[in-house]
């Protein structure tokens, strides 16, 4: 390699220069309320909180022409059918003023936070889901428009860590044990992209901490309300980042869960967190300064020959773009709806009762279509992307994306503008007793399907932009 070639080699971060801001609210639901996410769980009702849930919004405004932009991530679980969403969502958008097509919603996916759908209205605690709806709604309202409000002149700067907290969860003992847990043996994600907003002056006013890995530290024996791991995350990441506020982002978690799992003391969320955070803070300690790149310098004798490497100046992309990716899904067979409601009806078990009925509301969710159009949101986001599955799929699906897309920092989100349940890799369904192939909802190949349309949209955007 000669000195020319030498000089351009360069190491540089994805970045986005324009205006952003941050705004959070307090959505914690008043103990008492319905919560029960867990089918082993011997309670309905929360008994207490273990940490606040909050609402969090990041405003984004760039581009040529200007683009607004709202990413608003509830410490919530999940949509259970089309209509929960859309409910709260078109409340959302009329209290506010903002567009459809301006507004990216985000679920955190606790399985310690309270219930939001109106089915569980007449269980305990249901009472107090409709005022709690309420309150999700004006929280959100109000940090739409304080986001909004607070925009400034920033960088939002790209950089990947490693922590090795989530673990495989398809575990397979023989022919007919399938289990939700541990596989020691199984294909990991350990990949952390963390996001830093700087202002005009260089100081840290947000992050973000991209990971695949299932809010599950706790399960049915936890009797207390909680964002999981992912709130003692954010309490080291703001600790040592002056109180910036810190957006979790669930990324493609369908296959991964926690080393410590399944647990009813909230110590163990708060290690899982813990652990987390303090990898989210020691990719943030070696990032580059905001708009510079490390360039190779000049060769340095020293005994040894020394490749000498200096910052030098890099403006940030100043591109944002939103796009949808859209690509019709076959369904699988599903039980009829008669079919259900006669098995509801014999049913005495009460972890297999609450199985038929989120089956239920996806069998009246689907109707009598032989399938549906799944929308990926995909935001541009300087030389950035950030990819919203409105599903949970494998983390084989964020693997594939970013090695489509090497030069780019790609944060993958789960739970993004909807939810139509698992999305798992062909080879998968060859275990039909997994639990995630066993709810999912569409055939084999449809996330391959879907990661093909979405690296198509991809590629549109890059290619039109830059």
């Known amino acids: 390699m000669n000195e020319r070639n030498l000089k351009d080699l360069v190491i540089r971060q994805s970045e986005f220069k324009g205006e952003i801001g941050v705004a959070r609210a307090d959505i914690t639901p008043p103990p008492g309320i319905y919560a029960r996410s867990w089918g082993s769980a011997l309670h309905d009702a929360a008994e207490g909180i273990h940490r606040p849930l909050f609402v969090t919004c990041m405003f984004l405004r760039g581009g040529a022409p200007q683009t607004e932009l709202y990413l608003l991530c509830f410490d919530l679980g999940w949509w259970k059918d089309h209509a929960h969403e859309l409910e709260i969502r078109k ?4 209290k506010s003023g903002i567009r459809d097509d301006q507004l990216v919603t985000h679920m955190g996916h606790t399985h310690a936070g309270p219930a939001t759908h109106l089915q569980d209205v007449g269980r305990q605690g249901g009472h107090l889901i409709p005022p709690y709806r309420e309150r999700i709604v004006e929280g959100a309202v109000t940090v739409l428009k304080a986001a909004r409000a607070n925009a400034q002149s920033a960088v939002a700067s790209f950089t990947i860590g490693r922590c090795d907290l989530a673990r495989n969860r398809d575990l397979v003992l023989d022919s007919e044990t399938f289990l939700c847990g541990i596989n020691p043996d199984g294909p990991v994600d350990d990949t952390v992209l963390v996001g830093r907003v700087t202002d005009s002056k ?4 947000a992050t973000l901490v991209n990971y695949a890995c ?3 530290s706790l399960g049915g024996g936890n009797k207390l309300i909680s964002p999981d791991y992912y709130g003692a995350m954010r309490e080291i990441v703001e ?3 002056g109180g910036a506020p810190c957006l979790f982002l669930h990324g493609a ?3 991964m869960t926690p080393l410590r799992s399944y647990d009813a003391d909230t110590a163990i969320a708060d290690q899982n967190g813990r652990q987390l955070g303090y990898a989210a803070l ?12 490390l360039a190779f310098d000049r060769i340095e004798d020293s005994g040894a020959r020394l490749g000498r490497w200096s910052l030098r100046p890099k403006p940030a992309s100043t591109m944002l773009a ?3 990716s859209e690509t019709e899904l076959p369904y699988a067979e599903i039980p009829s709806e008669a079919e259900l409601l006669q098995q509801l009806e014999n049913c005495t078990d009460r972890p297999l009762k609450e199985r038929l009925e989120r089956r239920l509301l996806v069998r009246r969710d689907i109707g009598d279509a032989k399938g549906r159009p799944v929308h990926t949101t995909i935001l541009q986001i300087g030389d950035a992307f950030l ?9 084989a699906f964020q693997k594939e994306l970013r090695s489509r897309f090497p030069g780019h920092a790609v944060m993958v989100l789960n739970i993004v503008n909807g939810n139509a349940g698992y999305l798992a890799p062909a080879a998968t369904y060859e275990k039909p007793g997994l639990y995630q192939i066993k709810i999912s909802r569409f055939r084999p190949g449809c996330m391959e399907q879907v990661i093909d349309a979405t690296a198509k949209s991809m590629a549109a955007l890059e290619e039109a932009h830059g």
């Open 91 to 94: 409340a959302i958008l009329e």
């Open 202 to 205: 260089g100081k840290i006013i």
């Open 214 to 216: 299932h809010p599950v």
């Open 239 to 241: 600790r040592d980042t």
């Open 253 to 255: 978690s369908g296959d």
């Open 282 to 293: 020691s990719a943030l300690t070696g990032m580059l300064p905001p708009e510079q790149e």
């Open 322 to 324: 939103l796009t949808l």
């Open 387 to 395: 990819v919203g599955a409105p599903a949970e799929p494998y983390s």
